[in-house]
């Protein structure tokens, strides 16, 4: 499938901002199932300083400085994107899904690389609620695929989407409390299902292709951000993408812009301002247009 991806943030300020320091996660990453054939970021007013390059997860990562006084900040970016469904080895979702624990004894030889998404995270505590809400899907034995995919069905069956239930800023004892929340809330929730247990996951942000109602017309700007998780599957090195909030593995309508161990890492736009001010609004418009080949 191919997309034209717009993603428009505004900052609204009730008085002057001297000085805008930030970083934005907003280029798709290029991957095996993912080509990325343009993309562009424009901002208003335009900074002083800007350095794009890769951070520590190999996400594309840009700074910027803007130092003209302004009661406005417009961070406009647009991409062409071309996914493809991934696609899976049966054999290696069919091991224990002890094999996905890279700290466990006898752990696979490659397991370095997935150690850090197996710990405890800024906002993903191993709280003993998710410990023992996971541990119902993870019994002794039972097939790494079936029993991640055994957790996300039970998270969207058990939580309720509520935009209004948590904030940005809510924990995963928050959301297991009021089994509530939206997608970030959903994918912390079973990052601290898994890695209570040792198994190895990682949070992905990007964004979900959705269609309109039958018989109504796209609106321009309606879709939104979205989050899930990856597991480790250690026989193949690959991760396996789950979404909960929709119930079903990332297909080729997902398109995946930056991983990390949970949201704090891949943020689309984070930054601190110099300014008096004491309100701020911000407004954030995404369209996920789908592309005639």
């Known amino acids: 499938m191919k997309y034209r991806l717009s993603h428009r943030t505004e900052y609204t300020y009730d008085k002057p901002v001297r000085n805008s320091l930030g970083v934005h996660h907003l280029r798709p990453r290029v991957l095996p199932w993912q080509h990325v054939e343009g993309h562009t970021v424009v901002l208003e007013p335009v900074p002083a300083d800007i350095a794009p390059d890769v951070d520590y997860y190999g996400n594309s990562v840009t700074y910027f400085h803007v130092l003209e006084p302004h009661k406005n900040l417009v961070i406009t970016a647009a991409s062409d994107v071309t996914v493809d469904r991934p696609v899976y080895d049966d054999d290696a979702l069919a091991q224990p899904w002890e094999s996905a624990r890279p700290l466990a004894p006898g752990a696979h030889g490659e397991s370095w690389a997935a150690v850090e998404f197996a710990l405890e995270s800024p906002r993903v505590a191993h709280i003993p609620a998710a410990a023992k809400y996971g541990a119902q899907s993870l019994e002794p034995g039972r097939p790494l695929g079936e029993a991640v995919t055994d957790l996300m069905q039970r998270i969207n069956r058990d939580f309720d989407y509520d ?61 939104a951000s979205h989050a899930w998780l990856a597991v480790w599957v250690p026989a193949t090195q690959q991760w396996l993408a789950i979404d909960p909030t929709n119930n079903q593995w990332a297909n080729d309508r997902y ?39």
């Not at 161990?261 to 984070?270: A, E, F, I, W």
Request: aromatic share 8%; proline share 5%.
């Open 163 to 223: 935009t209004k239930a948590t904030t940005v800023t809510s924990t995963v004892a928050d959301a297991m409390r009021k089994r509530a929340g939206v997608c970030q809330d959903f994918a912390h929730v079973a990052l601290a299902c898994l890695r209570s247990h040792g198994v190895a996951a990682r949070y992905v942000s990007g964004y979900l292709a959705t269609q309109p109602p039958p018989g109504k017309e796209r609106v321009f700007g309606a879709d």
């Open 255 to 293: 398109i995946t812009v930056a991983w990390g161990r949970d949201y704090g890492d891949v943020s689309p736009v984070r930054g601190i301002i110099w300014s008096k001010a004491k309100k701020s609004t911000l407004r954030v418009s995404v369209d996920v247009a789908p592309v005639a080949s």
